[in-house]
């Protein structure tokens, strides 16, 4: 296998997207970079705050990315309705590269347009920016595209088809940017693509004559990135544990790798009773399985899961299928997985997965509500090993407190009640504070540049619950000087 890149997600902005207005996270080794191009061995990052503060909203965006960066189109009926349907939604995010002992750093900055009458997302303007390290961060390019054939008028018209930059004279010799771009863009615009990050424009970067000093630049950011988002970058929405707690399939997720191949994604695990499932896909699954079980006797003392050929069929094309059953033993007693806990079923899913972080330093995994399930005491414990020992990049949503205790408070980042600035790390605790009671704290007294919590709904829900019960009845409570000021402005 040629030599990996190393990708890390140094920063994210959220501009108009679902209830933030704007929010910017700098992640662990955003200072390190900056400054000495250098990661961490440390980069994991929890989000925590209220329901509906921009804690799933930060992990649908980077969901968008990662179907961009792959060369996909970003479906549209997940996120339809979280792009702002006048401004539209900006997502912008910047990363670090490695490769060959070169580094460099870059700024991916999309603009999103939802088209309802063709129910699709659209890339309504791409930019990438780039920079090289040498002493300090050179170099800066820039390229920046708007597609003209989302209109399809465009198509029969003598449309300008051309990067905008900057430096459109450094760009002079990079062939890739100037033949062929009208086809390239009415493919992108067709089938709702990245203009930078699709198999097309991938393989004319590969075919161009990368000696050329700038060329061979913007290859390596763009392939680097690409190879990310396929290869490397995996996220956990919160409907993989609709699937578990329906008991229908347990999505397991996978990366494994060796010097020939990387392979990476989500292989469901028949639940329901027998399954069948095709031949390749079960060759992969029994070796996933087979991997989660070394580190799950580790964390379920005596727990092992089987899973078991009980016959072969073919189907109609004459290809193999395996007829499975998955199946619990501990103690020696066994029986099927359907009828573990919720909590057994979703370390089996994600374990895989953070088997990976742990061991490789290109992974980057995303997890919507980390702790869905889990004992607490268990999730710290698995926090804290990856905290010390994980190479890899792990940004989790959650509402168990346990990681106060066994992260750093420079790895949490708070959402807030402010739309226009959403995400903020805490300030002012003391080595003797415990960080859970100092979260707390600042929950209720405040001392943050931005409020963590609106604590005059706590006030408003005895008098919601009195209402909705009698709402005929005029209900008589003592509020509060900040719950009467809100009620004032337009609260009900």
Known sequence: MEEKFLVRIIKNELVNFKNVNYGEIRYTNYSSVEKNAMLRKNDIIG??????????????????????????????????????????TRLITTFYIEYMNRKYKACYDVMLKVDRNEKKIKLASEKLMYWD?????????????????????????DVSV???????????????????????????????????????????????????????KLATVIKGLS??????????????????????????????????????GCLPLVMNGRGKIPESLYIQLKSAIEAINIALKAIV??????????????????????VVEVYSI???????????????????????YLIALYNYPQICLVVDELDSGIFEYLLGEILGVLNDEA?????????????FEKLDIKNIICTTINPENRYIRLVGKEKNHNPRDFYLRTITVGGQKEELYDEADLQSIGYAFRKACHPERKVKIKFSD???????????
């Not at 040498?134 to 170099?139: I, L, N, Q, V």
């Not at 501990?330 to 979703?346: D, Q, V």
Request: net charge negative.
């Open 482 to 492: 900040q719950f009467k000021k809100k009620l004032q402005n337009g609260g009900e």
């Open 162 to 216: 051309e990067f905008q930059t900057e430096h459109k004279k450094e760009f002079e010799n990079v062939t890739v940017l100037e033949k062929g771009m009208q086809n390239l863009a009415v493919f992108c615009a067709q089938r709702n693509f990245s203009i930078f990050f699709n198999d097309l424009f991938l393989n004319k970067i590969s075919e161009s004559n990368e000696e050329k000093c700038e060329e061979k």
């Open 133 to 157: 390290r040498g002493a300090t961060w050179k170099g800066m390019r820039d390229l920046e595209f708007s597609n003209p054939y989302y209109n399809q008028n465009s198509i029969l018209e």
């Open 391 to 403: 190479k890899g990049q792990l940004i989790f949503t959650s509402h168990n407190l346990r990681a």
């Open 47 to 88: 989000i925590y705050g209220q329901n509906g503060s921009g804690k799933t909203a930060l992990v649908e965006a980077l969901d968008i990315l990662k179907s961009i960066l792959s060369g996909e189109e970003v479906p549209y009926e997940p996120y339809e309705g979280l792009i702002d349907l006048v401004a539209g």
């Open 330 to 352: 501990r103690n020696g007693k066994e029986f099927l997985t359907r009828y573990e806990s919720e909590g057994i079923k979703r370390i089996i899913s994600l374990l895989n």
């Open 301 to 322: 003392p005596n727990l092992h899961i089987e899973l078991r050929n009980i016959n072969e069929e073919p189907d109609e094309q004459g290809n193999k299928n395996i």
């Open 227 to 264: 190879s990310f988002g396929k290869l490397y970058f995996q996220v956990v929405k919160i409907n993989q544990l609709a699937d578990i707690n329906r008991s229908t399939i347990l999505p397991v997720n996978i990366h494994s790798e060796n010097e020939n191949f990387v392979m990476q």
